[in-house]
């Protein structure tokens, strides 16, 4: 066919090639850019393009084989083509521009939005030369920052997920997101809408996402694929549990997580810890973990206790176990030059290296170096380490930290390539690190395995991937914060999330209004997926020798009978009342295995249909039985609590309501609203 002549902006243009490939993917091509579609699991596409000579073979988060489908219908005719995986439909037009749509609703989920002249017969031709799919060329790489848009098809759609951001916003619509992990955000790239999809940015690069009215982008700063995940769905429970099939599922949660765990910025002494764990006995309160957290190391990089403060592990592993408690090591990556490791790291080459300037990757704490962990033979030195000196002894929970993000003095686009593509996006970290452990405990026999991680990507919950929220403020808006992160991080594949009760940084022991904090979010932690109190409080704890981690503040006290006699009373009626949803917690952790649904969700999961459901952000439901309305504000002893319609419930005074209401409920000091679904 002869080639057309367009308008003389763009000169000559030929139609495009589409192909199909096999009957399973259509493909397209134009000038420099190819682009396939293909189906990735049920109702759902994988799209991919680049501008290099070949399509790069990376899964990234898509590491699970999505179930078996018949083929796909592929229509290609002289100026268009289109692909359909049963209710789920991609066309593409003459100049590439892709439309998704559910057929059988009718409804356009996904239409790039593209504002240009290079197909005058697009209704939306223009000349704003703006492209839905934009290559910009890195000087000095072979990589693009890529910009990728789509039109906004209801300015009162609402989006979730995304993983863990430090705001007070369950519905992102509207939000401008960085896409990188920092200590208390953890980007997981997954949105689910209200309009009946769920869409996976599967690209682990530093980037950007906005959910404008107008428009909805991503971007990455430095990449050479184009790689997204798209699934229509008629519910969120059928989108989400789509998306942890291609992308992976938490394991089956063991015991020790059903009930709740202590912890504190931190036990100095084997003797401190121990003695804690035998006052939670001698008064009869549930508890199931306990933590040694950072420094209790001579080094960075042993990965061992220190003898001067720790001489018995081995015991002290003995007498937790006899009362029925397990413990938790906090692990870090860094390793200093004085570590027992570090020659020999060094030597074989498994310590990360600086583009420029001196092999240092944290400002203070001695300045050390990361081991790598996206080589796997560092990954599996670690972990023999690790294994024995802590899994032989009995230890087999690790809290898997990644050493304060923030402090690090190198530059992630730099660090990227010296050291590999997942880097800048923290995959490093959460999917790396957490992996060696988890193949190491797997190999070990393990079966139910958790690892506890402040950042993670797409993928990084099949690891065991406990994330928790990060070093945050002891404030009523940090409370705040945390309850959006955790149900954004349930939507976001999720299940199991964990929180600092009380908050980390700023919580003044003798405080009464720290105090109050401190026991509304206890209430709320005991319907979190893992109850965890932990917190550095003030005032610090003396300095105890000047060897090893000594030099390491420990903060004050922060067992639950740390806060006057009040608030344990509080804390002992909501350990209990945990203590006693452990058989239906369990059943909520098997489902989360076996179908990715979370924990803690917003109220819509359960109760798709009703409108009111999707605006409410304040509630959450623990699981399909449990209605839970936090209490958010200081002094706030009263507190208005939605109830979706078509049931009733009751209420912890025994009222029952009808659903379809909005009910104002007492709540003093000692009690949290909770509503029992009838």
């Excluded at 199909?20 to 799209?47: K, M, Q, S």
Aim: charged share 25%.
């Amino acid at each position: 066919m002869a080639p057309q002549q367009g308008n003389q902006e763009y000169g000559t243009r030929p139609d495009p090639a589409f192909t199909n490939e096999d009957g399973r993917r259509l493909g397209f091509r134009f000038d420099a850019e190819t682009l396939y579609i293909e189906p990735w699991g049920v109702n759902a596409f994988r799209v991919r393009a680049t501008c290099l000579a070949t399509l790069q073979n990376k899964d990234w988060a898509l590491t699970e084989k999505p179930a078996e489908t018949p083929n796909p219908s592929i229509d290609i005719q002289n100026s268009s083509a289109s692909i359909t995986n049963g209710k789920i439909k991609a066309h593409i037009t003459r100049r590439g521009k892709i439309v998704i749509s559910n057929i059988e609703t009718g409804k356009i989920l996904l239409e790039e939005y593209a504002r240009h002249r290079l197909d005058v017969v697009d209704p939306k031709c223009s000349s704003l030369r703006i492209q839905a799919r934009e290559w910009k060329p890195r000087l000095g790489s072979s990589d693009y920052h890529l910009t990728m848009r789509f039109e906004s098809q209801d300015a009162n759609e609402r989006i979730y997920g995304m993983g863990q951001y430090q705001q007070p916003f369950l519905n992102l619509k509207g939000a401008d997101l960085e896409l990188a992990q920092r200590n208390s955000q953890a980007t997981v790239p997954f949105a689910l809408s209200s309009l009946g999809y769920g869409f996976l940015w599967n690209n682990p690069g530093i980037g950007r996402a906005v959910f404008s009215s107008l428009t909805t982008t991503f971007e990455a700063y430095s990449t050479d694929t184009l790689d997204y995940w798209v699934v229509a769905g008629d519910s969120p429970s059928d989108i989400i549990r789509s998306y942890t099939q291609v992308t992976g599922r938490v394991p089956m949660m063991p015991e020790y997580g059903l009930g709740f765990w202590q912890c504190k910025l931190r036990y100095q002494t084997q003797e401190e810890l121990l003695e804690v764990a035998r006052e939670y006995k001698r008064r009869n309160l549930p508890i199931d973990l306990i933590v040694a957290d950072y420094f209790h190391w001579p080094n960075q990089g042993d990965w061992k206790f220190d003898p001067t403060f720790w001489p018995d592990p081995d015991a002290m592993v003995k007498e937790l176990k006899e009362m029925n408690i397990e413990l938790m090591v906090s692990v870090w990556p860094t390793v200093e030059k004085t570590s027992e490791n570090y020659e020999e790291l060094l030597r074989r080459g498994l310590l990360i290296r600086q583009d420029r300037g001196i092999r240092v990757s944290m400002e203070n704490h001695h300045g050390p170096i990361h081991f790598d962990a996206t080589n796997p033979e560092a990954r599996k030195f670690v972990w023999e380490t690790s294994k024995k000196n802590y899994y032989n002894k009995g230890i087999k929970v690790f809290w898997l930290d990644e050493a304060e993000p923030e402090y690090t003095v190198y530059d992630f686009d730099i660090y990227r390539y010296h050291i590999g593509p997942n880097l800048s996006v923290g995959n490093f970290y959460p999917s790396d690190y957490a992996r060696g452990f988890y193949e190491g405990l797997k190999e070990a026999g393990e079966e139910n395995i958790v690892n506890l991680l402040r950042c993670a990507w797409a993928g990084s919950q099949k690891y065991g991937a406990l994330v928790w929220s990060g070093d945050i403020a002891s404030s009523w808006s940090s409370l705040r914060n945390q309850l959006a992160a955790g149900l954004n991080m349930g939507i976001a594949g999720f299940s199991w999330f964990t929180t600092d009760i009380g908050g980390f940084h700023g919580g003044i022991h003798e405080d009464p209004d720290f105090r109050e904090l401190l026991v509304r979010w206890f209430q709320w932690g005991a319907f979190c997926p893992v109850m965890r109190l932990h917190g550095d409080r003030e005032p610090k704890q003396p300095r105890l020798g000047t060897t090893g981690g000594s030099h390491c503040l420990s903060g004050g006290p922060n067992e639950v009978w740390s806060y006057g006699e009040e608030v344990y009373g509080i804390c002992e009626k909501y350990l209990r009342i945990r203590e006693d949803m452990r058989d239906y917690t369990r059943e909520l952790m098997k489902a989360a295995h076996e179908h990715g649904d979370p924990i803690m969700r917003p109220l819509f999961y359960d109760f798709p249909k009703d409108d009111k459901c999707w605006r409410v952000e304040d509630q959450f439901m623990y699981g399909p039985k449990y209605l839970v309305a936090p209490v958010l504000y200081a002094k706030q002893r009263k507190r208005e609590v939605f109830l979706p319609g078509g049931i009733k419930w009751k209420g912890v005074d025994g009222t029952v309501h009808n659903g379809g209401q909005t009910v104002t409920v007492d709540a003093p000091l000692d009690t949290m609203p909770v509503f029992t679904r009838q």
